[in-house]
Nanobody, 124 residues
Framework: QVQLVESGGGLVQPGGSLRLSCAVS????????IGWFRQAPGKEREGVSC????????FVADSVKGRFTISRDNARNTVALQMNSLKPEDTGVYYC?????????????????WGQGTQVTVSS
């Protein structure tokens, strides 16, 4: 049974940092791509970052490039999203998602299982 459980969200001031974590089960990260998405109120879900399994390549959305970093721990089957220099526009529900193959992209159709999400609010 595939499961993804996010944690680490919360309220942070602009310029602050948060580290999100996603614990996965039912598959292994060394064979499947994993990604992070977010959805702000009234907006469509958008890809933030993803990590391919075989070659470790990462993709990062332009809006978070240089501020967000995705990483994985194969031994613990967890994926992290380190978010620095947070801005109010980063506010939203963040989801991790399992890819359909080892190679990732940021399209929603490239992912088949999703976590329930964790809320991130950036506000003073």
């Amino acid at each position: 049974q595939v499961q993804l459980v996010e944690s680490g969200g919360g309220l942070v001031q602009p310029g602050g940092s948060l580290r999100l974590s996603c614990a996965v089960s039912g598959f292994t990260l060394d064979h499947i791509a994993i990604g992070w998405f977010r959805q702000a109120p009234g907006k469509e879900r958008e890809g933030v970052s993803c990590l391919s399994s075989h070659d470790g390549r990462t993709f990062v959305a332009d809006s978070v490039k240089g501020r967000f970093t995705i990483s994985r721990d194969n031994a613990r089957n967890t994926v992290a999203l380190q978010m620095n220099s947070l801005k109010p526009e980063d506010t939203g529900v963040y989801y991790c998602a399992k890819g359909t193959t080892w190679l990732c992209g940021l399209g929603i159709h490239e992912f088949d299982y999703w976590g329930q999400g964790t809320q991130v609010t950036v506000s003073s």
